[in-house]
């Protein structure tokens, strides 16, 4: 696992790109590509992260202790996630936001339609929120990333990836 807030980040980032970014309408793909990596599947922590729902849980945290997993909801409330502790959550933030206004292109609606920030004494919690449609569809995908200043308990980084795309 790596060592700083800013490489864990960066991995975090890179496992979101690599799973739930390009392959959001794939869920089977995002699969596979977990299995490429090794992950342990459904490590003991996978129930809560799961929160009753039918799905796959992968520690990707490579041998460290469970900080990173990708959860992959199946069914009606289907999703792809990747979480993360103690990341530079300004680092994502800043990352995730260029990440997602890259993905412009013609035939392609991307909309920034949340960016929410709360100061509670030394905890900075942060939501940014995009919808990604071909243009003139009815359906599309929300991706979004919630983050929280390391010294709050859980987790401090959540991506997030749903829509009407999903089987």
């Not at 699969?31 to 799905?55: H, I, Q, T």
């Not at 990173?68 to 995730?96: E, K």
């Not at 449609?133 to 983050?147: I, P, Y």
């Amino acid at each position: 696992m790596p060592d700083t807030g800013a490489q864990r980040a960066s991995f975090a980032l890179q496992l979101f790109r690599e799973t739930c970014g390009a392959h959001f309408a794939d869920p089977p793909k995002i699969a596979e590509v977990a299995k490429s990596y090794a992950f342990p599947v459904n490590p003991p922590y996978a129930a809560a992260l799961l929160g009753g729902k039918r799905g796959q849980v992968w520690d990707a945290s490579a041998g460290g202790p469970s900080a990173l997993a990708l959860v992959l909801v199946d069914g009606a409330d289907a999703s792809c996630q990747v979480h993360a502790r103690d990341t530079d959550a300004g680092l994502l933030q800043g990352r995730f936001r260029a990440l997602m206004e890259g993905s412009r292109a013609p035939g392609i609606k991307l909309e920034k339609y949340e960016q929410l920030k709360s100061v509670q004494g030394e905890v900075t919690l942060e939501q940014t929120g995009y919808r990604l449609a071909r243009e003139g569809a009815t359906g599309g995908w929300t991706f979004v990333l919630a983050t929280s200043t390391p010294n709050t308990p859980g987790w401090h980084a959540s991506f997030t990836v749903t829509g009407q795309g999903w089987r």
